[in-house]
């Protein structure tokens, strides 16, 4: 039996996808595989028995990705399984940092019992006016899975879009509209445009990049969309581009008491993929990769480890999985302890990715499990063996 704990709650339709083979168990101390959402990680105790992590959603920043892979643990996300629902609220949070929307309804609550409310709103509605977003310049940080679609979507409204990702990939370049502007220096993304959104992961790079110097090159009055991490804004910095009236409107999904102190800030509770089906794209998504690891050693989506597709398993023999530190000599000593064991090795293959790398072997016999387990655990560098 496989045990796989749920640090959130994650939807059946992922949970359901499990096969008899696996229990759902509260107890983390006999897991094989997490499946979490957005619970913090860094201060659990993982168990030696962990074999797996997925992330049912696209941020990882919950997740201690180095003691993974260190410990031989493979952390899986689900990219762009919850685009969709992102996209959608982004269009909405335009909208809100547009038109007085918030303030508007704020005031009409506010004034519920005037028996002649329907004359007041008349007088009163000027101050809520706002502007249009067609023909609007709207600027996207981060070209991914969410801000292309928001790009596109934008597009399609008349926002005249423009685009910054020094990274973006080519599936990312070849799903985004050609009238989307590339643009290479995130300074002339500030400077010229007046609506921002921001769709970066949360790592060392971008951690704190819309601070003060940021807000600064803003046109007066712009408004900022951050449906990535709280971290990425600076709250001094955003705090007093509100103040100031440099940033007219930060609407955030990312509720923090920083946040909620600041002037005009239109605060959502970490709602981007909480629609039912992005929470059931995300659910199956994660379980279906979790189990073709654990089954199979196949590692798709993976975010501390490469990809590896090692085909279907043996119909005869076992496979042997090595997560292992990508350095020289690695896979000689891994060949060469089969090769002492008398062992033919069937099919191989390795895929390395930053600092570590995978190798699975199909061999032609049951595995001499011991003997070859313990050499292959004691060379320096390997992180963890499985045998399937
Ligand atoms: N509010 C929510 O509920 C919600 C839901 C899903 C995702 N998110 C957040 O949104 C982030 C983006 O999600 P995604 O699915 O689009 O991820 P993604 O990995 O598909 O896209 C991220 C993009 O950011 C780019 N990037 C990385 N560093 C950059 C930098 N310094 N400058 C500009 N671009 C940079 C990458 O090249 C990539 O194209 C996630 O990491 C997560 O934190 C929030
Ligand atoms: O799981 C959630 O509720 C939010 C997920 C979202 O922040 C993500 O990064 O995918």
Redesign the pocket.
């Known amino acids: 039996m496989r045990y796989i704990h749920c640090l ?1 709650n994650i939807s059946a339709k992922g949970t359901d996808l499990l096969t008899d083979a696996y229990e759902l168990t509260d107890d983390l101390s006999r897991a094989e595989g997490i499946l979490v ?2 619970a913090a990680m860094h201060d659990l105790e993982l168990p030696k028995c962990l074999r797996a992590v997925a ?5 990882v920043n919950n997740i201690p990705l180095e003691h993974c892979s260190q410990k031989g643990v493979v952390v899986f ?2 990219p762009g399984a ?1 685009a969709n629902a992102v996209k959608e609220l982004v269009i909405g949070a335009l909208m809100l940092g547009s038109r007085g929307i918030v303030e508007g309804i704020e005031w009409c609550r506010a004034n519920a019992d005037d028996p002649n409310i329907a004359k007041a709103v008349e007088k009163a509605k000027k101050q809520f006016a706002g502007r249009e977003i067609l023909g609007k310049k709207l600027g996207v940080i981060g070209l991914g899975a969410i801000g292309a679609q928001v790009a596109n979507a934008a597009v399609d409204l008349g926002m005249d879009v423009y685009g910054y990702d020094p990274y973006v990939s080519l599936g990312a370049a070849w799903s985004m509209s050609s009238a989307v502007h590339h643009v290479t220096e995130l300074d002339e993304l500030l400077r010229t445009c007046d609506y921002f959104t921001i769709h970066v992961p949360a790592v060392e790079e971008t951690i704190g990049m819309i601070d003060e110097r940021a807000c600064s090159l803003m046109k007066d009055g712009a408004v900022f969309l951050n449906f990535s991490r709280d971290t990425l804004v600076d709250n001094d910095a955003m705090a007093a581009a509100l103040e100031s009236g440099k940033v007219h409107a930060y609407i955030t999904d990312f509720a923090t008491p920083e946040v909620m102190r600041m002037k005009g800030a239109v605060v959502l509770p ?1 709602l ?3 629609t039912e089906e992005a ?1 059931e794209n ?1 659910a199956m998504m994660a379980v279906r990769q979790m189990m073709d690891y654990l089954e199979r050693g196949a590692i798709v989506n993976s975010v501390n480890y490469p990809a590896c597709d090692p085909g279907p398993m043996p119909e005869i023999g076992s496979r042997v999985c090595v997560l292992h530190e990508n350095v020289p000599n690695m896979i000689s000593q891994i060949a060469t302890a089969f090769g002492e064991a008398n062992v033919n090795i069937g099919n191989m293959v390795n895929k390395a990715r930053g600092e570590y790398a995978y190798t699975c072997l199909d061999l032609d016999q049951e595995m001499p499990y011991d003997a070859v387990k313990k050499q292959l655990g004691g060379i320096a560098g390997v992180r963890r063996v499985r045998v399937l």
Do not use: F, L
């Open positions: 959130n959402r957005s992330r049912a959603g696209a941020g996300n689900t919850n970490h981007g993929a909480s929470e995300c």
